[in-house]
Structures are given as C-alpha cells and as structure tokens.
C-alpha cells in the first residue's frame, strides 16, 4: 500500500543552520507530494507542494524536490529562524483515487536554537 | 471565512461515554475529511465526505465510530462507548473538488482523552 517515511526526529539546529528533512514515499503511478506544518497550538497548514516529477515546490525559504527516481520529496532550507520550530509533515495523495486523502508520515519535530 | 473550526476543542469523558465532536468546513469547500492524530505520529485518515454523501472510510473506523455531514456543511463524528484507545486529536479537513494536488485545510482538532 501507500505510505510515507520521514526521518526520526528530534532535529535541534542553530538559527542560519541549514535544514534537511528527509522523507520517501511508497506509491503506485504519480502521486502528489506536500510538506505540512504544525507550528505550536495551531493546526496543520501546507507549507509547499509538487504534483509531478521534477517539479520543486518552494514557500518561506524551503524547497522540495519530487524526485521519482528516488521516491523522495526531501525539505531544505538555507538557514532556519527560532520561528521555524514546528512539527514538519510529509504527505502524499494517490493519483489512483481523486478523493484527495493524505497520507502522512510520523512528523519530524524541529527546534531551531537562537 | 476564518477557515475550518471544530468545537469543542478539548473533551475528557469517562470510559463508556458516548462523544460527538463538529466540524465546520470552509464554507465553498465540498469535500470534507476526518483524521485521527495520536502522540507523536502523523494524522490518519478515517473517512472523507463529498457533500454529504460519505464515500470512503478507514478500516480504523470501527463499528462504534459514525459520522454524518447531513446538508453537505458542517459534520459531526460520535463515538460510543469510548475506550481508552480512542483518546487522541481528531482533525477535521476541508477542499475544493479538484484533483490530488489540491491543498486541504485543516481545524485545530478536538483532542480527546478518555479516563
């Protein structure tokens, strides 16, 4: 079946550091990718999405890149602030079913350090 | 619209007790979506509704969980005699009719703890 793999967290950063998150995903055909956010007390928001190979999403500083090839849609970002200390979620969207349902990874917990 | 709310957000109920939790969706989204969230895992899917005809539920969604988004707005979710592996966040999500890369929004959630 269809499923995501984030990388085990916690990540603890200085602020300017440069971020990773990893994630793969397991999917049949062509699949759409996101990153959600989870900052604290507020509810989940899309950070960034690719709906097709190659594609990059980007938003506030972070990019990912959907890479077929490798089943990655892994998030960067050049140098992090104290305010991007969040819980990070990978997620895909089958392209099998048009209902839109996500599927997401275990969350990776960021803590940017000043 | 100030985006999606689900109310209440906090419940603690004894063992046994049935609960009913409500989303209210962006108003122009038709397709609505609960999720559960427990400790330190990603939100799972439960069931998804497409106005108010209910057309896919999770296999988490046991016989004592029932939801029903009566006119195609807002949705309740109840569950009877909740059990102490039931307490987690219940998310509530809404979209546009689109393909699959159309962005959902999500509540805060209701986060429920049974004792």
């Known amino acids: 079946g269809n499923s995501v793999t984030q990388m085990e967290g916690p990540v603890t950063l200085s602020e300017e550091a440069f971020l990773t998150i990893n994630c793969t995903y397991t999917?049949?055909?062509?699949?759409?990718l996101f990153w959600y956010v989870q900052y604290p007390g507020e509810g989940l928001q899309l950070l960034l999405k690719a709906t097709k190979a190659d594609d990059k999403g980007s938003n506030k500083g972070f990019e990912a890149t959907y890479r077929k090839e490798t089943t990655s849609f892994h998030l960067e970002k050049g140098s992090v602030q104290v305010s991007d200390s969040a819980v990070y979620f990978c997620a895909l969207s089958a392209s099998s079913s048009n209902t839109g349902k996500l599927i997401f990874g275990q969350g990776t917990t960021l803590q940017v350090k000043p | 619209d100030t985006g999606v709310s689900q109310d209440p957000r906090h419940k603690i109920t004894k063992r046994g007790q049935n609960v009913t939790f409500r989303c209210d969706p962006i108003?122009?989204?038709?397709?609505l979506y609960w999720y559960r969230q427990t400790l330190g895992q990603g939100p799972e899917f439960l069931t998804y509704f497409q106005n108010e005809a209910q057309l896919e539920k999770s296999r988490l969604l046991s016989d004592r969980f029932s939801a029903e988004r009566p006119k195609g707005s807002f949705s309740t979710l109840e569950i009877q005699r909740t059990e102490q592996g039931d307490s987690a966040m219940y998310l509530c999500?809404?979209?546009?009719?689109?393909?699959?890369?159309?962005?959902?929004?999500f509540g805060q959630g209701t986060r429920l703890t049974v004792v």
């Open positions: 999500a809404s979209s546009e009719q689109g393909t699959g890369g159309t962005e959902a929004f």
């Open positions: 999917a049949t055909g062509y699949p759409s």
């Open positions: 108003s122009e989204h038709n397709r």
